[in-house]
C-alpha cells in the first residue's frame, strides 16, 4: 500500500475532521447563493478574471509600481525572492530595532515560509492572533482550512486546549472561550513592538494593501505596534485601486457566504502609532516584503500561469468531495486542488506529484472559483509532467498504455476475465474481487457480462422504415459490463424510428489513459474510434456515458488539434456526438407517444461530466418527468458519487467515503429508484444502494408500449 | 429625496441583519439626546471620543457628561484601553453591504473604534451611496487616498469554532449607528 493512501487511510479514521467539513459545505452551498442574490458570479467572476489576467501579464512592472508608490507614501518595500529571502529580513529587522515580541494577524503566506517557526527560533514571541490560527498555534497543529484553520476541532477540545496551555478554567462553551481569547490576545496586543500581517490585494496604482478581516485581529495587528510588516505574494497585485471592488465582491461571498467581511483595512503607506509606552510616533515603520517564491517562474508558465489568478477564498476546497473526506491532509501548506499546484511552484514538485493523485477529477471546484481558474484542467496537467518525469506505476503501464489501444487484445482479455470471473460471482454480483478486496469489501459490484453488447447488437429492434441512423459508441462499461444499457439504448431509438450503428472498430474511449496522464495513448484510442465511427454516414453519434461524451466531444480535438490529417475528422465527429438524454430530449416528440405512464418515484443523480462539462443534466430529468415518474431531489445536490474511474482502484477507502454521503442523500429522498446517466455511477452507486439504480435510457425503455419498435 | 430614504432603509436592513443597532436623528439637538439616552441605557462609564469636524459642532464632551458617563484621559492608547465606548465619525455608508466607511488615519479615530467593546459611529446621512464602487470612487475623485481607511460592516465576529457565529472576538461585540439626517430634504418627500 502506497505512503499517501496509509495516509488517506488515517486521515478518514479522524471522522471529526469530514464532520465538520460536510456539515459546513452543505450549509455553504445554500448560504453563499443566497449572498449572490441580486448578484451575477459569472459576470464579476470573469471580471477578477480580467484583472488577474492582466495582472499575470504585466507582473514585474506592477510589481515595480507598487515599490514607487508604496515608497513615496513612506512605506519599506523589500522583494524577497525566496522564502528564506522574506525570513531572514523580518528576522533582522527584528533584531536591528531590538524587537522580542510580535503579534500576527492571518496570513497564508508567512505560513507558506514557515515564518513562525524561524522567528521563534531567532527567539522571538510570535503570536498569532485570529482566533482559529491561535487555536491551531496553542496546539501545535498545522491549519486545516485557507479560510477555517481551525474547523476540525470541536469546541470541548478547544476548552482543553485553553485549560492546558492557557492554565485557566473555562466551560467548553463558544462564546465564554471567544471572550477568554480576546483577554488573553487583548494582552499580547498592546505589548507587541511589530505586527505581522498578510496582504489580500496590493494595489499597484496607489502603494495599497487590502486586508480583510472579521474579528478585528487585522485592524490591531496593524495598529498598535509600531511596527508593521506585511508579507504579500506578487500575485496579490492588482493594476488599479478600483479593481479591489469585483474582488471585495466575491472574496467574501465565495469563502464564507458572506455579502463583506467585518473590517476591510485598506492602508497606503505609513500612518501614525503610539507605541507600547505612551510615545507617539508621527510616521510608524511600515515594511512591505513583496514576496516571489516561485511565482515568476509560475508567470513564465504557459499552462500553470492560470494559478497565479487565484485570490484564495477557498471556494474549491469547500465544495471539494475528496476534501471533505481528507481536510488537511489533501495538500500542504496550501490545502486541497489549488494547493496542489501552488505546492508545486512554491515548494516542490516531488510533494505536489504525489498528492495531485487524490484530485478524482469530478471538476466542481471549476464552478465555484473566484476567478474561473480551470483547476482540474491544470491537475490534469500537472499529472501529465510527472508522468513525462517519473512514468506511470507498472500495472497501469501495461493495462493502459499496453493492453488498452490493442483493442482485440483488449476486448479478448476482457472476454477471458468474464469467463475466469466465475468462482467470484454469486447470484449475478461480485463479492469478493481477487487483488482488489478492498473495492468488494461491504458491497457486490456487477461482474463483467458473459456476452457483450457487442454481439448483442444483431438481436436488437429494428424500425420498419427508419427515419434515420444513428452511431451509437458504446464505451467499455456498456458494452463488457452493462449491455443492457446498450440494449434499451437501442430500444428507445428504435421506437423513436432511429436504425443504431455499432461499428465494430470502436474500442475504450481512451478517458482512463488521459485520465492517467498519458496523452500518446489517449491520442492513439482517438483515432482508432475516428476511423471506426467515420466510416458510417449518420444523423448522430450518441453515446450513454457522459464521460465518453467529454472524450469524443471535447478531448479528441483538443489532443489531436495540431495534427492535419485528423483534425477536420474530429471537428465533425465532435458537432455529432452527443449525448443519450440530450439527443432524445430534443426530439421528445418522436418518443413521449410510444411511452406508458413511468410510475416510479425517482432521485436522479448527478455525474460529473453530465452535469459540469456538457451541462446537460437538466434534460434526463426533464425526459423522466415528462414520461410521468415522480422527482425527488437528492439534499444535498451536487455529490458526487465517488467513482472517478481508475480513482476507485488506487483510493477504494475514500471512494467508499464519499461514496457512503451520496448513498445517505439518496435514501434521504426517500425514492425507491436512482436514476443516472453515467455507467460509472451505476457501477459506484449500484453495488450499495438496496433500491434500484438505472439509466435513464433503461427507465424508458421499460416504459415503452410497444417493447418491439413499431 | 425618495432615492436617499431608499439608500437609508436598505442600509439599516443590511446593518442590523450584521449586527448592527442602527438610529436616526434629524437635527443636532435630536443626535445630542439619542447619544445621551445611548450612553446611559449601554451603561457605560467612561467614553473616547474621537475628534472630528463632523463631531466638534455636537459638542458630544458636554453630552457624554450629562449621561453620567466621563471622558477617559491619558495617552491615547491609555484612553483606548479604559474606554468601554468609543465615538467616532464616520464619511460614508454603503448601503448595499451595510458598510461604514471612514478614514482612519487619525490615531484616535483608529482606537478608538477598534478597542473599547462598544462602538457608536456616527454618520450623516448625506454620506450614503448605493455600493462599494460609488464608496471608492468618492475616495479616488477626492485625490490621494488616506493612510488608513476603515470599512466597518457590523461589530466584530468570528466563527472559527466549530463554525458557531459569535459576536466581539477582538474588535467591538456593539457597533451603534446614528445616522444624522437632514430634516428640510425629508419634510418635503
Known amino acids: 500500500m502506497t505512503r499517501l493512501r496509509e495516509e488517506v487511510k488515517k486521515a478518514l479514521s479522524c471522522k471529526r475532521v469530514s464532520w465538520a467539513l460536510t456539515r459546513f459545505a452543505d450549509n455553504y452551498v445554500v448560504a453563499r447563493e443566497k449572498a449572490y442574490a441580486g448578484k451575477d458570479f459569472a459576470v464579476l467572476r470573469q471580471r477578477v478574471a480580467q484583472i488577474k489576467e492582466e495582472t499575470i501579464a504585466r507582473l514585474e512592472e506592477l510589481a515595480e509600481q507598487f515599490v514607487r508608490e508604496a515608497t513615496r507614501r513612506g512605506a519599506v518595500v523589500y522583494r524577497a525572492a525566496s522564502a528564506e529571502e522574506a525570513r531572514a529580513y523580518i528576522a533582522d529587522l527584528a533584531r536591528a530595532k531590538g524587537i522580542k515580541t510580535v503579534v500576527k494577524s492571518k496570513s497564508m503566506a508567512t505560513e507558506e515560509i514557515h515564518l513562525n517557526r524561524f522567528l521563534q527560533e531567532q527567539g522571538l514571541e510570535v503570536v498569532e492572533t485570529d482566533l482559529g490560527e491561535w487555536i491551531i498555534q496553542l496546539s501545535g497543529q ?73 474579528e478585528g485581529n487585522g485592524r490591531l495587528t496593524t495598529t498598535l505596534p509600531p511596527v508593521h510588516v506585511v508579507v504579500v505574494g506578487l500575485e496579490k497585485l492588482v493594476p488599479r485601486l478600483a479593481d479591489i471592488v469585483p474582488i471585495l465582491e466575491v472574496l467574501p461571498r465565495n469563502a464564507t457566504a458572506q455579502i463583506l467581511t467585518s473590517y476591510v483595512t485598506l492602508i497606503t503607506g505609513s ?56 481536510g488537511g491532509t489533501f495538500g500542504a501548506v496550501y490545502t486541497g486542488g489549488i494547493g496542489v499546484i501552488l505546492t508545486a511552484f512554491f515548494t516542490g514538485f516531488e510533494e505536489a506529484a504525489q498528492l495531485q493523485e487524490l484530485c478524482l477529477g469530478c471538476q466542481r471546484c471549476r464552478e465555484y472559483c473566484s476567478a474561473n481558474i480551470d483547476l482540474p484542467g491544470l491537475i490534469e496537467e500537472l499529472r501529465r509532467r510527472v508522468v513525462a518525469k517519473k512514468g506511470v506505476g507498472p500495472a497501469a503501464r501495461v493495462a493502459l498504455a499496453g493492453i488498452l489501444p490493442r483493442r482485440r487484445l483488449f476486448h479478448g482479455f476482457l472476454k477471458t476475465a468474464a469467463r475466469m470471473q466465475a468462482p467470484w460471482v454469486k447470484e449475478g454480483k461480485l463479492c469478493r474481487l481477487p487483488f482488489f478486496p478492498e473495492l468488494t469489501e461491504g458491497r457486490a459490484l456487477p ?19 427508419p427515419r434515420g441512423k444513428v452511431v451509437f459508441f458504446s464505451g467499455c462499461l456498456i458494452d463488457y459490463v452493462f449491455p443492457g444499457i446498450g440494449e434499451a439504448v437501442g430500444r428507445v431509438l428504435a421506437a423513436m424510428g432511429r436504425e443504431l450503428v455499432h461499428p465494430e472498430g470502436q474500442g475504450c474511449c481512451g478517458f482512463p489513459a488521459w485520465q492517467a496522464g498519458l496523452p500518446g495513448t489517449f491520442a492513439r484510442l482517438a483515432q482508432q474510434n475516428l476511423a471506426a465511427l467515420a466510416e ?58 410510444f411511452l406508458a405512464p413511468i410510475r416510479e418515484k425517482i432521485t436522479y443523480h448527478d455525474s460529473c461530466h453530465l452535469k459540469y462539462t456538457l451541462r446537460a443534466s437538466c434534460f434526463p430529468r426533464e425526459l423522466l418527468l415528462a414520461g410521468g415518474a415522480e422527482l425527488k431531489e437528492m439534499e444535498p445536490a451536487e455529490l458526487c458519487c465517488g467513482f472517478g474511474g481508475s480513482f476507485t482502484l488506487k483510493f477504494p477507502e475514500l471512494s467508499r467515503a464519499i461514496l457512503e454521503r451520496k448513498l445517505q442523500a439518496i435514501e434521504g429522498s426517500g425514492a425507491e429508484t436512482v436514476a443516472l446517466d453515467c455507467p460509472g455511477c451505476l457501477w459506484q452507486i449500484g453495488s450499495v444502494f438496496s433500491g434500484k439504480t438505472k439509466h435513464t435510457a433503461e427507465i424508458l425503455a421499460a416504459s415503452l408500449k410497444y417493447p418491439q419498435a413499431p | 429625496m425618495a432615492e436617499r430614504e431608499e439608500l437609508i432603509s436598505a442600509f439599516s436592513a443590511q446593518a442590523q441583519a450584521l449586527g448592527a443597532e442602527v438610529y436616526r436623528a434629524s437635527s443636532p439637538e435630536e443626535a445630542r439626546a439619542l447619544v445621551k439616552r445611548l450612553i446611559e441605557a449601554t451603561g457605560v462609564r467612561r467614553v473616547a471620543l474621537a475628534s472630528s469636524p463632523l463631531l466638534a459642532p455636537l459638542n458630544l464632551a458636554l453630552v457624554i457628561e450629562a449621561a453620567g458617563a466621563e471622558l477617559v484621559k491619558g495617552s491615547l492608547r491609555e484612553q483606548a484601553e479604559q474606554a468601554e465606548m468609543g465615538i467616532t465619525a464616520f464619511e460614508l455608508a454603503v448601503a448595499e453591504t451595510g458598510t461604514l466607511v471612514q478614514d482612519a488615519t487619525e490615531l484616535d479615530t483608529r482606537l478608538f473604534s477598534m478597542l473599547p ?30 493612510g488608513y481607511m476603515a470599512f466597518i460592516s457590523g461589530p466584530s465576529r468570528t466563527a472559527d469554532i466549530e463554525r458557531v457565529l459569535t459576536i466581539g472576538v477582538h474588535g467591538p461585540g456593539r457597533l451603534l449607528i446614528v445616522l444624522l439626517g437632514e430634516e428640510e430634504a425629508e419634510l418635503n418627500d
Open chain 1, 142 to 214: 498545522r491549519p486545516s482550512h485557507l479560510v477555517m484553520p481551525a474547523i476540525h476541532m470541536s469546541r470541548q477540545e478547544v476548552a482543553e486546549l485553553f485549560r492546558r496551555q492557557i492554565g485557566v478554567e473555562v466551560e467548553p462553551e463558544i462564546s465564554q472561550m471567544v471572550q477568554l481569547a480576546r483577554r488573553e490576545l487583548r494582552k499580547k496586543f498592546l505589548s507587541a513592538w511589530m505586527g505581522i500581517s498578510g496582504a489580500n490585494v496590493a494595489v499597484a496604482e496607489t502603494g495599497t494593501v487590502a486586508i480583510l478581516t472579521n
Open chain 1, 271 to 326: 500612518v501614525p502609532a503610539v507605541d507600547p509606552e505612551g510615545n507617539y510616533l508621527p510616521q510608524k515603520e511600515l515594511h512591505i516584503i513583496l514576496l516571489d517564491n516561485g511565482r515568476t517562474r509560475m508567470a513564465a508558465d504557459p499552462v500553470f500561469r492560470e494559478a497565479l489568478k487565484c485570490i484564495r477564498c477557498a471556494a474549491c476546497l469547500n465544495v471539494c468531495p475528496v476534501y471533505q473526506q481528507l
Open chain 1, 447 to 465: 461482474p463483467l457480462s458473459s456476452v457483450p453488447f457487442r454481439e448483442r447488437t444483431a438481436h436488437l429492434p429494428r424500425p420498419q422504415s
Open chain 1, 536 to 593: 458510417i454516414e449518420a444523423e448522430a453519434v450518441i453515446t450513454a456515458c457522459p464521460t465518453c461524451t467529454v472524450a469524443l466531444k471535447y478531448l479528441y480535438p483538443e489532443v489531436l488539434k495540431g495534427d492535419a490529417e485528423w483534425a477536420e475528422l474530429t471537428r465533425v465527429l465532435a458537432e455529432k456526438v452527443t449525448d443519450f438524454s440530450s439527443f432524445v430530449w430534443e426530439r421528445r416528440e418522436e418518443l413521449l407517444p
Open chain 2, 117 to 146: 467593546p462598544i462602538h457608536l459611529a456616527l454618520i450623516p446621512v448625506k454620506g450614503l451611496v448605493a455600493n462599494l464602487e460609488e464608496a471608492l470612487n468618492y475616495w479616488l475623485a477626492k485625490g490621494e487616498i488616506p
